[in-house]
């Protein structure tokens, strides 16, 4: 069974920076492509980036792109998410997950959520 831990999360201003990460933990992380998903106050999940086994293949959804960035190191079995010039509307709850269905789906078998990171990005 793998467990994440999301760190990294803050208070930034809007046009900063901030690197979220994710540990993984138990299961052989390298075997599995990757993603961030987060969730806003009284919304939905929503998928943000996510990263093949072969880690030149990255997707990301529209709202994101040109700002954030998702690589991963497997040496440390670990995740990322890079963010510049967050804005407002980017205050969310981000999670890690492993995905399935490319590019945004979870995997179906995945249960053990991590606790999240809370990123808020003020004006």
């Known amino acids: 069974q793998v467990q994440l831990v999301e760190s990294g999360g803050g208070l930034v201003q809007a046009g900063g920076s901030l690197r979220l990460s994710c540990a993984a933990s138990?299961?052989?992380?390298?075997?599995?492509?990757m993603g961030w998903f987060r969730q806003a106050p009284g919304k939905d999940r929503e998928f943000v980036a996510s990263i093949a086994v072969q880690s030149s293949i990255t997707y990301y959804t529209d709202s994101v792109k040109g700002r954030f960035t998702i690589s991963r190191d497997n040496a440390k079995n670990t995740v990322y998410l890079q963010m510049n010039s967050p804005k407002p509307e980017d205050t969310a709850l981000y999670y890690c997950?492993?995905?399935?269905?490319?590019?945004?789906?979870?995997?179906?078998?995945?249960?053990?959520w991590g606790q999240g990171t809370q990123v808020t990005v003020s004006s």
């Open positions: 138990g299961r052989t992380f390298s075997s599995y492509q």
């Open positions: 997950a492993p995905v399935g269905t490319w590019p945004g789906g979870v995997r179906r078998d995945f249960v053990s």
